[in-house]
């Protein structure tokens, strides 16, 4: 288990330009990060909108948001898994690559009976069930 405030910018899901502009002015964990405002960050040098979207993104996924109060971070839980580390992102692939092949199949089929595209369709089901259920599997885990 991570602390989620403990965890170093460095390992965030951010792009080099915004990890190095918070980095270089001193924002080295999430803790740090959550107790500035989007003024505080609009005022870093090289440090845009685009680029405070994609903080607010990140913290979006962990539950926290710029500006929080020492009361608002109490009552976030000290303990959460990083499941971004344990992912498959490999079966995800995969499962992706065949519901695109199984769906351009269909979608550039020029002719064929009604129960050949019904067997397209059938197999395309599949790999998108699959798809999901790896997806829900890889979401649920914590």
Known sequence: MTN???IKINELELSIRVMSVLLNNGTTT???????TESDLLRLPNFGRKS?????????GMSLEL???EEELKKV???????WKEFN???IAKSQEAANKSLN?????????????????????????FYEKALKELFSRG
Do not use: A
């Open 67 to 69: 500006g929080m109060t």
């Open 4 to 6: 989620n405030l403990d």
């Open 52 to 60: 405070l979207n994609e903080v607010k993104e990140v913290l979006c």
């Open 77 to 83: 839980p000290r303990e959460h898994p990083n499941l």
């Open 105 to 129: 199949r269909i979608t550039t089929q020029q002719e064929g009976t009604y129960t050949q595209v019904e067997e397209m369709f059938s197999e395309h089901r599949k790999v998108m069930d």
């Open 30 to 36: 999430v803790g740090l990060l959550v107790n500035q």
């Open 89 to 91: 992102w490999d079966i």
